[in-house]
């Protein structure tokens, strides 16, 4: 491989994959914390081999905690691209803020609120929900960042408790790619008695 190629392969898999995805499992357990009831669904539905409320969590948590803020595109139509009643010129750049489409009240009522039954039984709008971008050019790693959170969290769930309190809500800190829980989303986990045999 050439360094071009390499460079290019640890730009795909730190920055666009790992960053991403562990950014976001971050904000998973700095929410779980302080949300004791979500928390007590995860386990009773982990317990019982389910995962419908654990995909809701994830859908709510890159909701309520976006770490790509923005997705960007470049105007190629000449002479112009038409975007509702905008008419952006050749060689403009567009900026779209996913995190200000995910606080939009009209699609997710009371949208501060962490609550992952909004999305229990009903697939996210898919031009308000947007975490991974849209179009010809969303995220390649969607489905497979979906499949990693979902087994760290089952995984977690079955073998640990996680402590909850009422510490303030960590503050949002920008690391360079993603948005991070500020003080890495610190937890406290007791380790879960064995099932019985
Ligand atoms: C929670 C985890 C992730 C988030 C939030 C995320 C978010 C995004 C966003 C917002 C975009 C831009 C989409 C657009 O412009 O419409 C993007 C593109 C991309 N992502 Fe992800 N991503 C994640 C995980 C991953 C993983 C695991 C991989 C690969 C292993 C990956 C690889 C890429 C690549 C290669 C692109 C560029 C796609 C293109 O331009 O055609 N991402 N991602």
Redesign the pocket.
């Known amino acids: 491989m050439s360094r071009q190629d390499v460079s290019d392969e640890l730009l795909?898999?730190l920055g666009?994959?790992?960053e991403?995805?562990a950014?976001?499992l971050g904000w998973a357990f700095e929410r779980l914390r302080r949300h004791p009831a979500i928390v007590a669904k995860l386990v009773d539905e982990v317990d019982e081999g389910g995962s419908e409320y654990r995909q809701a969590t994830i859908l709510e948590l890159?909701r309520n905690r976006?770490?790509?803020d923005?997705?960007?595109?470049h105007v190629a139509a000449a002479p112009h691209f038409e975007l509702g009643e905008w008419r952006i010129p050749h060689g403009y750049d567009i900026v779209?803020g996913?995190a200000d489409l995910h606080n939009n009240p009209e699609f997710f009522p009371n949208p501060e609120r962490f609550d992952p039954s909004r999305f229990l039984g009903n697939r996210p709008p898919a031009f308000a929900w947007?975490?991974?971008?849209?179009?010809?050019?969303?995220?390649?790693?969607?489905a497979?960042?979906?499949t990693?959170?979902d087994v760290v969290l089952r995984t977690v769930l079955r073998h640990f408790t996680v402590e909850t309190d009422d510490a303030p809500d960590e503050k949002i800190h920008f690391r360079g790619i993603?948005y991070t829980p500020k003080d890495g989303g610190l937890i406290t986990l007791h380790r879960r008695p064995a099932p019985p045999a």
């Open positions: 795909t898999l666009a994959g790992h991403t995805t950014s976001t890159q976006t770490v790509i923005f997705a960007g595109r779209v996913l947007v975490p991974f971008g849209g179009g010809t050019r969303r995220c390649i790693g969607a497979f960042a979906n990693e959170m993603a």
